[in-house]
Structures are given as structure tokens and as C-alpha cells.
Nanobody
Framework: QVQLVESGGGLVQAGGSLRLSCAASGRTFSRYAMGWFRQAPGKEREFVAAISWSGGTTYDADSVKGRFTISRDNAKNTVYLQMNSLKPEDTAIYYC???????????????WGQGTQVTVSS
């Protein structure tokens, strides 16, 4: 099992930027693919971005393509989500997750963090 703790959320104006971090502990972080998902009030949890264990492969949701970038630092056991040009519709709780292979599906991940709130004002 991998323990995950997200940080970096907050309140930002539209057009602004935030960088989320997800610190992992427990089993060897570098063996896991990592994903970011988000859930807005009244909506299902949706895929945002994912990265393979090596960092060599990344996936992005169409809604964030060109604005968000996922990256990881295996030496620091941390995965990041750089979010630029934020929009009010990006408002949600953002979760990081760990799984055996890179996936855009929630069922592809076994371990989840508690989430961090991102609020974008118009």
C-alpha cells in the first residue's frame, strides 16, 4: 500500500496558476504509475492526468490539455500537477492516486489520497 498526501490547493483567480504536489510513502514509489483526478460538487470523479512509473509516458484529459502538466520526481517520492490558465470550471477537489500501470480510469488505481480543494474564482 502507498500512502498519498496532496498539497498546494487553494483559491485563485481565473487565469492564474497553482502547483499541486502529492507526496508518497510506503512501498517503492518509482514502481507505480500515478494519476490525478478531480471531483466537483454533484459530479463524478473524473480523470485529469496520469504519468508512468518512469515519467516517460503521460496522458492528459482533453479539458486540461495545454494548460496542465503532470510530472514526477522519484527521488523525492512526489508527483506534481502544474495548473496554468485556470478556469472556474476547474474548481474541484483534486486527488492523486497510485496504480500498477498508467491508466485514465479510476479503477486502474489502488491507493488514493484525501484530496486538496482547488477553487477558481471568475
Amino acid at each position: 500500500q502507498v500512502q498519498l498526501v496532496e498539497s498546494g490547493g487553494g483559491l485563485v483567480q481565473a487565469g492564474g496558476s497553482l502547483r499541486l504536489s502529492c507526496a508518497a510513502s510506503g512501498r517503492t514509489f518509482s514502481r507505480y504509475a500515478m494519476g490525478w483526478f478531480r471531483q466537483a460538487p454533484g459530479k463524478e470523479r473524473e480523470f485529469v492526468a496520469a504519468i508512468s512509473w518512469s515519467g516517460g509516458t503521460t496522458y492528459d484529459a482533453d479539458s486540461v490539455k495545454g494548460r496542465f502538466t503532470i510530472s514526477r520526481d522519484n527521488a523525492k517520492n512526489t508527483v506534481y500537477l502544474q495548473m496554468n490558465s485556470l478556469k472556474p470550471e476547474d474548481t474541484a477537489i483534486y486527488y492523486c492516486a497510485a496504480g500498477p500501470i498508467i491508466s485514465i480510469a479510476t479503477r486502474g488505481y489502488d491507493d488514493w489520497g484525501q484530496g486538496t480543494q482547488v477553487t477558481v474564482s471568475s
